[in-house]
């Protein structure tokens, strides 16, 4: 698209307009259709194309992006449009100001389609806890589009969105791009800015792309990444060379780099379909140059546990801030409440079951007596996990699993039952406790019922310029496999 | 008390949890969460002996150095917009129920 609008075949607003028809007529609401959008900006998206248009014709295009549209995950702040963070307590908040990565795509000239469908507050692998109803899979809409992220990831797929911004604290940009066969990164820890990024656990939230192709992917995270002042965990040191990284990769050539696959994230218990489609990969990786060799990191398997210890522990600080005082929901009780009254009212009515859930897990974890055994373990496991990432990546330059256990599964399934919900995310939460960047690029299809599986990839700290080489060029070995691009293969998506 | 700390969590201690929260949880909802709350916490107990005395805690995946910044002034939100989004507002501050209780 980018170089359509370089040549002048098309331009921002033909795009963005195609776009905006698109999810008129497949996007619905939280009843049927894939429902990936709970605000569509249908007049400030034209109008931003209507200027980019301009800017092109005088020849001042800002970024090879500039004209390209967006979603925006409903987690990070846009002014002039409501950010709800898929919950009640925050309903038709309009921010006074953006975040970050929205201020660098509105700069460089990207039109905002509009904000996605997310699990309330990012908890959950489904998008299922939405207070707004869930995001269908545009696969088959009776399955989860994964989560928290299911919003970003199903736009994409369904041909609503071209690119869009995620966010991955646990796997909620990858594990989405895996289940609905798009590509999703998580970039390196302070590597994007997380200024506006309404934070679930700031130790592990980390903003990045979900787009169609691994290239697309190195143009965005390149236009939002770099060091911002306003966060003062964002990373000083520049992470470069992604879309030569990309371009590279794709010519297909992996001559002298070493893949490790982890012993403990794939195998046993996984499905059959997504193992098989795993193996292929690797396979196709070795063709094309690389060393590939098995590499154990034998603390993955407490990842899980740690991760459900420390993140709740996070967000129940981070989420003290809905007190019904400054912003958001505000419930009063009969007679004359006090101030905790109708804290305790709002933010029973204003936040959902997993929200509750993680918040009392995590008050939990912190309390007096508790605190040792279960936070100060799990921060223990962490530091476990990084020299696991350390050593591996002495043996070998990047790591790869499957993203996700299983393809997509059926809306409801796993919904009451949370430690189900939680083992979607077995391989990717390493990468967030030791804060290192992963990749979901498409592995092609299950046999056993037709829906995509996700290939992950994760490199070293600053090194994401290799996920762009070997993501790329399991791409383009994917694509070269199949006959085409994965998404070819998605079924006509009707409201 | 570590090696007391159990992994069984009750009813009323979700209860005493959800209150210290701010969150008014009513009977049902504590008849649905507590026995999950439970099962989510045995099986993160298994945690406890991973590490020893010798691991140190990382609590932050990069090394946080504090950021200073000049002391200048730079234009920020006006009372309008930190206003604009709160549940009610009157002379240019925040209205909020009465914080003090009754003894008080």
């Given at each position: 698209m980018a170089a359509a609008l370089a040549s002048g075949e098309t331009s921002s607003v033909a795009l963005t307009q195609a776009h905006l028809d698109r999810i008129a007529a497949v996007d619905g609401d939280a009843d049927s259709g894939v429902h990936a959008f709970l605000h569509v900006d249908a007049e400030g998206a034209l109008a931003q194309a209507r200027t980019s248009d301009e800017r092109r014709a005088a020849g001042n295009a800002r970024h090879a992006l500039d004209g390209v549209p967006i979603a925006v995950k409903d987690v990070l702040t846009t002014t002039g449009l409501p950010t709800t963070c898929g919950s009640k307590i925050l309903e038709g908040w309009i921010p006074p100001y953006d975040a970050t990565v929205v201020r660098r795509i509105k700069d460089a000239g990207l039109p905002i389609l509009g904000k996605t469908n997310m699990d309330?507050?990012?908890?959950?692998?489904?998008?299922?806890?939405?207070?707004?109803?869930?995001?269908?899979?545009?696969?088959?809409?009776?399955?989860?589009?994964?989560?928290?992220?299911?919003?970003?990831?199903?736009?994409?797929?369904?041909?609503e969105a071209p690119l869009a911004l995620g966010t991955d604290t646990g796997g909620s940009i990858r594990q989405p791009g895996a289940v609905t066969g798009t590509v999703g990164v998580k970039p390196t820890y302070g590597g994007v800015s997380r200024y506006g990024l309404v934070a679930m656990a700031n130790s592990l939230d980390q903003v990045g792309p979900v787009t169609r192709t691994v290239l697309d992917s190195a143009l965005l995270h390149d236009l939002i990444g770099g060091h911002d002042p306003l966060d003062s965990t964002s990373v000083d040191t520049p992470v470069g060379g992604l879309v030569a990284a990309a371009e590279q990769g794709a010519a297909g050539d992996l001559t002298g780099l070493r893949v490790g696959v982890i012993t403990e994230l794939s195998g046993e218990g996984w499905q059959p379909g997504v193992m098989a489609r795993f193996n292929e990969t690797v396979e196709l990786l070795t063709r094309a140059g690389a060393e590939v060799v098995e590499v154990s990191c034998p603390n993955f398997v407490h990842a899980l546990a740690a991760y459900y210890l420390l993140m709740p522990a996070e967000a129940s600080s981070n989420l003290a801030k809905f007190d019904a005082m400054r912003y958001g929901l505000r419930v009063t009780p009969e007679g004359s409440p006090s101030a905790e009254d109708v804290m305790k009212a709002t933010r029973d009515a204003g936040f959902g079951d997993e929200v509750k859930r993680r918040i009392i897990i995590g008050t939990y974890a912190l309390s007096s007596g508790y605190y040792?055994?279960?936070?100060?373990?799990?921060?223990?496991?962490?530091?476990?996990?990084?020299?696991?990432?350390?050593?591996?990546?002495?043996?070998?330059?990047?790591?790869?699993?499957?993203?996700?256990?299983?393809?997509?599964?059926?809306?409801?399934?796993?919904?009451?039952?949370?430690?189900?919900?939680?083992?979607?995310d077995l391989a990717t939460i390493p990468a967030n406790l030791a804060g290192v960047p992963g990749i979901s690029v498409p592995a092609g299809l299950a046999d056993e019922d037709g829906l995509p599986v996700g290939f992950q990839a994760l490199a070293p700290a600053l090194a994401d310029d290799r996920l762009y080489r070997v993501g790329a060029a399991a791409e383009a070995a994917v694509t070269a496999a199949l006959g085409g691009p994965i998404l070819n293969e998605l079924p006509e998506v009707l409201a | 008390m570590p090696e007391t700390a159990r992994a069984e969590i009750s009813r009323e201690e979700v209860a005493h949890l959800a209150d210290l929260a701010r969150i008014d949880l009513d009977d049902a909802e504590l008849d649905h969460l507590a026995p999950q709350l439970a099962v989510i916490l045995e099986s993160v107990a298994a945690i406890r002996g991973v590490a020893g005395d010798d691991v140190p805690p990382t609590s932050h995946p990069i090394p946080l150095t504090n950021v200073f910044r000049e002391d200048v002034v730079r234009p920020g939100l006006s009372a309008e917009e930190a206003l604009a989004g709160a549940p009610a507002a009157e002379d240019q501050r925040f209205s909020v129920p009465r914080i003090l209780g009754e003894e008080q």
């Open positions: 309330e507050f990012a908890m959950g692998s489904s998008t299922e806890h939405s207070a707004y109803g869930p995001t269908r899979n545009p696969w088959d809409q009776t399955r989860i589009p994964g989560g928290s992220g299911g919003g970003s990831a199903a736009a994409v797929a369904a041909f040792d055994a279960y936070y100060g373990q799990a921060q223990k496991v962490r530091t476990l996990i990084s020299r696991d990432f350390a050593a591996a990546y002495e043996q070998v330059d990047v790591l790869v699993s499957p993203t996700s256990p299983t393809t997509a599964f059926p809306l409801g399934e796993k919904l009451d039952d949370p430690l189900a919900m939680y083992l979607n | -």
